[in-house]
């Protein structure tokens, strides 16, 4: 198990009464130091965007590793889209995040919350808010509504070159009230797409399952695709660099 930003040790604590060790990643130096007193836990001191999930993996000799953590707020979804990388290496997330971002994750096709973060993750994780935790939970109490989510990577995800598909979604969602014939299509055009792709829509009523498939036509002639992922056949940059 690893704890991204374990802080005080207030989530720290609980874990290590049901678990023998526990790996946490921190970057404050001081709180690092700190940590490094309790024998059970193994200190990661580094910024966790440039931590590499797999290594960690590797040196605990583990089959998959389960992440848990209370993220930062104001850089939860870069936390997120890093451990996208990683996620062949995952059995599952559990995270305290803002309930707005959140929702964001959990969001269905034809919804406000519904956007980028929505299907990047879906095309790879089922996930359900499990949790509401108010402000009051807090000491301060923050502005802000929270809530846990959990986070389970999908057994055999379609394969799809991560980042054609974020490009592809970014594009999508770049101007929400548009039709994506304004956007998404020209974006098509450039790329000499032939394929058949309804763009009298707005981003935010195709599924995931409809990107994950565009991105997969874009670049079927670009890219061997197989279950193996050897990238190494593909013209395209590896999903990971």
Known sequence: MVEIGPGLAALTQPLLQ?????????????????LRADPCLNVI????????????????????????GNLPYNI??????????????????HFMLQKEVIDRMVAHPASAAYGRLSVMLQWRYAMENVLAVPPESFAPPPRVNSAVVRMLPHAQPPLVHQRTL???????????RKLLRHTLGRWLQERNFA???????????????????????????????????????????????
């Not at 001191?45 to 848990?68: C, G, M, T």
């Not at 974020?166 to 929400?176: I, K, T």
């Not at 565009?214 to 395209?236: F, H, I, P, S, Y």
């Open 45 to 68: 001191e580094s910024d966790v965007l440039k931590v590499n999930f797999v290594h960690i993996q590797q040196a605990l000799n583990a089959p998959k590793l389960r992440v848990v």
């Open 195 to 241: 394929g058949n792709f309804d763009v009298q829509r707005r981003a935010e009523e195709v599924p995931t399952s409809e990107y994950v498939q565009l991105a997969q036509e874009v670049t079927k002639d670009q890219c061997v695709m197989d279950r193996g992922q050897n990238w190494q056949a593909c013209k395209l940059p590896h999903p990971k660099e």
């Open 76 to 93: 939860s979804t870069p936390i997120l889209f890093h451990l996208l990388a990683y996620v062949d290496v995952i059995e599952d997330q």
């Open 166 to 176: 974020g490009e592809l979604v970014q594009v999508a969602f770049s101007q929400r």
């Open 18 to 34: 049901h678990i023998d060790r526990l790996t946490v990643i921190e970057l404050d130096r001081d709180l690092a130091q700190r």
